[in-house]
């Protein structure tokens, strides 16, 4: 007597056998589609190139044109194009051209980790960054609701917290010409990489001013970053004065500088930019950016 078969068991071993198909059909065309790879920076191993891991190269297959963006949803990131070349020894594969840019750009630093994930569709390595605290690196996007570009039509970079200091000015920013000078915040100079920056643009006013930094022993160690040469041609033009606040916001981070080229000029798109806004002390606001705090302030207004 043949064996009765339970009703609806057919139809399901049919689904279940249809599902297994799709799935691994799904699952040979995923390959690269959730791969991940984390790296750990180590000095002099980062810098120009980055090694790439043999399992990540085997399935990336051919492919030499990468594109790099910092993790995250919702917001529009920039793409940084990035070529992966062959090493002269051993076989390896490297991130090479454009790889620096996005180091420089994003502050990557001796043993920060950074946590890689391959969108294969679009060539796309999404970097998750970790610092020495080994919590995720937190970045502000310049520009960011108004897609990838700033106010210049340059692509905006990522921006460390905290992205803005104010500092209620004293009589010793005020001194003679040579000896004028503004100190900047501690957390602010290590979160901007101001130990290897020469020389940061301050914007107000429609008006721009170069000043460069000088560095110098804190009485209990480490070091201190100032505006220094260029910071009274800033007062003098804008009429600061002793209990003026300012109020200073990155709004462009730049790359850092080459320490073996410390008398090249900054290229325009590289420069480190703040944004500065001062409260006198007659309680009027010193105008940023002119057209943009105009139109603003009427808007509040209702003008």
């Keep these: 007597m043949p064996a ?49 891991p043999a399992k990540f190269v085997r399935q990336l297959g051919g492919r030499r044109d990468l ?10 990131l920039p793409l940084w194009d990035v070529e992966v070349f062959a090493g002269e020894k051993h076989g390896d594969m490297y991130l090479g051209r454009g790889w620096n840019k996005f180091v420089s750009a994003h502050d990557l630093r001796d043993g920060y980790i950074l946590v890689f ?16 605290s080994t919590c995720q690196k937190q970045y502000v ?20 917290e905290p992205s803005h200091f ?4 004293r009589p010793c920013n005020f001194g003679e010409k040579q000896n004028q000078y503004l100190n900047v915040p501690l957390e602010f100079q290590v979160a901007h990489g101001y130990e290897r920056r020469r020389q940061v643009e301050l914007r107000m006013d429609g008006g721009s ?28 033009d804008n009429g600061l004065e002793v209990g003026d606040t300012c109020f200073f916001r990155v709004i462009r981070e730049g790359g850092c500088d080459d320490e073996e080229d410390e008398w090249e000029q900054v290229d325009e798109g590289d420069q480190h930019v703040l944004k500065v806004e001062v409260r006198k002390t007659n309680g009027t606001v010193g105008i940023v950016d002119m057209k943009d705090t105009i139109f603003q302030d009427n808007q509040m207004l209702g003008k």
């Design 4 to 52: 009765r078969t339970r009703r609806g068991s057919r139809g399901k071993h049919t689904a279940a056998a249809a599902n297994g198909a799709a799935m691994e059909e799904e699952m040979a065309d995923l390959s690269l589609g959730d791969f991940q790879f984390f790296k750990i920076l180590l000095p002099g191993m980062y810098e120009e190139a980055l090694r790439l």
């Design 67 to 76: 594109k790099l963006r910092l993790a995250g949803e919702g917001v529009p």
């Design 117 to 132: 994930r391959y969108d294969g569709g679009q060539g796309e390595l999404a970097v998750t960054v970790f610092d020495l």
């Design 141 to 160: 996007h310049a520009g960011a609701a108004a897609g990838t570009y700033d106010g210049d039509g340059r692509r905006s970079l990522a921006i460390p």
């Design 166 to 169: 104010a500092v209620t000015l």
């Design 209 to 236: 001013w170069k000043v460069n930094l000088k560095r110098s022993k804190r009485p209990l160690g480490g070091m201190r970053t100032a505006l220094k040469y260029g910071w009274n041609d800033f007062c003098v």
